[in-house]
């Protein structure tokens, strides 16, 4: 009686939930891709679609901040520097997640499998990828005012993959080694979440107790996950994001075909 008063499922599914939010949080402080975990799982327990996307942005704010700490107390990452574009992330969740019952997705939503194998062949097969700093290839004004932004829309709208999306960004554009740049990720990636979760409330309410207990799993997760990629560095963080990204794309090309 009392877990049907503080959750809105019965507390055996609670606890399933808890376990795979404590899971997405491990790996998604480290690779990203940890919504392939709860998204199903949520669907799994009865959620229906927008209800189970927003109970996911619930619990999943929960694992980003914390990984987002855990890196800038490591000295990892200024998260003072990293405000505006936050605040830019914020803006693109939000806009995505009002726009989502209003903007077809389903040409998005079939690239992205095929976007995401070519994210995890790029981390895979490219020689002298760790965690050394590179050229940056764009200044990180228009990084934040053309990157960012675009990415932020992207987790609001369909959400799948999103850290991913910034990592490979940092990687790629911004020079960063692979671990500077999974630090790097986390602030925007919550941006993004606090964004979604609040254009989803006038689309569909959060459970809001399922996710709260899901989010606390996530910082445990999420402590775990970034503590083990500090000290390992990208020997972990590439191979889990490969295997992140080519499950998620599997698991999207199996609901669509």
Same mark, same amino acid.
């Given at each position: ?32 891709g940890g919504g392939l975990i709860t998204v199903p799982a949520l669907l799994l327990a009865g959620a229906p679609p927008v209800q189970a996307l927003s109970t996911n ?30 605040? =830019?992330? @914020?803006?693109? &969740? /939000?806009? *995505? ?8 997705? $389903?040409? %998005?939503?079939? !690239? ?38 675009? =990415?932020? @829309?992207?987790? &609001? /709208?369909? *959400? ?8 490979? $960004?940092? %990687?790629?554009? !911004? ?83």
């Open positions: 009686m009392a877990g049907a008063l503080m959750f809105e499922l019965p507390l055996d599914l609670v606890l399933m939930l808890v376990g795979a939010a404590f899971a997405a949080g491990f790996v998604d402080s480290i690779a990203g942005k619930v619990q999943g704010t929960f694992g980003a901040a914390t990984a987002a700490l855990s890196y800038a107390a490591s000295g990892r990452v200024d998260l003072r520097r990293q405000i505006p574009a936050a605040a =830019i992330s @914020f803006l693109g &969740g /939000l806009a *995505g997640a009002f726009l989502v019952t209003s903007i077809p997705t $389903g040409q %998005v939503e079939g !690239a992205l499998p095929f976007i995401l194998i070519a994210i995890a062949v790029f981390f895979a097969l490219r020689p002298g990828l760790d965690d050394t700093d590179r050229t940056q290839r764009i200044s990180p004004r228009l990084f934040m005012l053309a990157v960012v932004p675009l =990415i932020g @829309f992207y987790d &609001g /709208l369909v *959400g799948p993959g999103t850290g991913a999306f910034f990592m490979i $960004g940092f %990687v790629t554009l !911004a020079g960063y080694g692979v671990l500077k740049a999974t630090a790097h990720t986390k602030l925007l990636n919550f941006a993004s979440n606090i964004g979604g979760l609040a254009g989803f409330m006038l689309v569909g309410a959060p459970w809001w107790g399922v996710g709260i207990a899901m989010g606390l799993a996530q910082m445990a997760g999420a402590r775990l996950g970034s503590r083990l990629a500090m000290r390992i560095g990208a020997r972990l963080i590439k191979p889990l994001l490969v295997t992140t990204s080519t499950l998620l794309a599997l698991k999207l090309i199996w609901e669509k075909f």
